[in-house]
């Protein structure tokens, strides 16, 4: 069904996209903005010649205009070229391949599936397959299915069972359905390897060439990588043939869509400062924490202060976590209090607010954490908490990420109470609109009746009682004690320099803290534990192949340190750093 023809692509529109056919290169330059005008000149998807459905469900979906990445790859995509991507996750990369598989199965009347999507997680393989029914919702009989670990198994089998189109699954769980015969690969005709290299970076390498030597030859194959190391061009390189190649270059663009803020904040008024902020802003937002029990404590006090919250972490079966992501995007509830692994591909465009309720393991994981929202273009606002401890790595966060992060004030009595009054008003004014409460109109008249003549009261005196309903019993603003808020401040010259602290390491290292060959680290070990610096040194070199003279600046304090390692230590390293136990002796 999906052919491979090795002719030249028609020409790319989109004015910034450069393409050079001798090296199958085509480019995005991010430094050139697109102004109003030329993105009033882009003719969205009709260009594609896309079926009427498939345009049918984009314009249900809001995509008026493809993305660099879509503009890119779907022409190449059509013409059945293998193709290889460079595209983070929020560039539209989904769509990018998705539109096309789809648009070629329209008519595809086959019962084994033709397209075979493979993803590093199970959460990109529901995201994904979650894509590809969407943007098919139009389409007659086009059916997406998702297998990976942790579900059901025999319910994936009656599924594989019925006519299929596309299966999106991750390695192991496809590798399960095929050695058993429930998964018929033998109509594959095209393979798509998203988010490659987290794929590699997961050990799955071995997993993905037994799949792959197990698929019919002819295929077209599609790999969609964030970074492009050798071990993923040698992969490309054994296995694709003659692919166009995309680089969208979008990181900085989508960064900066973000509003990176921090807040300063000692630990024991964290949970009043987060009350607060979720006052002025309280819907789409999701707050990381570091450990499942805090999820559920942190959930619990933001619930008795009235609002709609969630927990996603570890614990949580599957097909629970998803019901509440689903709940989450439709607006059944608003917020959501999450540790790193659980939110793990997270996409749900509703969500404006990242809150970094405690402090990121490292830098990949702050920027993990923060593009969950301000996706594909959109903006949104992110905020950290920073306890005068970990100023420091603060500092080395905006050293990695080239970006300043601005301090923002915890919300005083005054601004809350203005966000309160604004709300109410604005609710009123809604409710006056006559075509919102035309059901009800007869009843309201009838009541209005009811007062004046029963009990005599004037419009003013209704328009006041109705009001002291909603405001109910509690006083309508705040009036707590809020001087611990300027208490929070650390002055400016203490922000990074942290003087006399574990001489010992600390201060016989040069100027670690301005030194950009250094990333840190924050380990959830410290006094109370009886850590000292030597078993901080002697569990990371036993652990890794970290030498002891490579690592720099350790900071102890009560109950967690901070760790000056080199920059760019690889994956692996990097998780065992993660599960790091380290023993007092
Ligand atoms: P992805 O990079 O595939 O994870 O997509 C990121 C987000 O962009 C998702 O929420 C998509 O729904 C959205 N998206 C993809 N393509 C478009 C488009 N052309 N217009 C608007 N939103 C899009």
Redesign the pocket.
Known sequence: MISKRKSIPSDIEGSNLTKDYENNLITEDDSEEKTETQLEDDHGFLNFGFNKSLLESLKK???????PI?KAAIPELMLGRDLLGQ??????????FALPIIEKLEDNNEVAAKVLVMTPTRELAT?VAD?FKSYSSESRNFNTIAIYGGTDFRNQISCLKRKTDVVVGTPGRIIDHIKQGTFKINNISCLVLDEADEMLKMGFLEDIEWIIDKLPEEKQMVLFSATMPSEIKNIAKKYLNNPAEIKIKSIKKEAQLISQKFISIQRHYKLEALKRILEIKNEGVIIFVRTKSLTASIAEALETSGHSVAVLNGDIPQNQRENTVDRLRKGFIDILVATDVAARGL?V?RIKLVINYDFPFDTETYTHRIGRTG???RSGEAILFVNRREKHFLRNLENSLKTKIEELEIPSNQSINEKRMDKLTKDININSISEKNEENKALMIDILDTLKVKYSMQDEEIAMAAINLIVGNKPFFIEEDESWINKQNIPDRDRFTRKGQNKSRGSNKKSTHNNSGFETFRFEYGKVNKIRIPNIISSICSSTNINGRAIGKIQVFNDFSLVDLPKNLNRDTINKLKNLKIKSY
Do not use: F, L
């Open positions: 979906k809001g995509y008026k205009n493809p993305t879509q595209a983070q996750t929020g560039t539209g990369k989904t769509a990018a995201q894509s996409d465009e996706r594909a273009g």
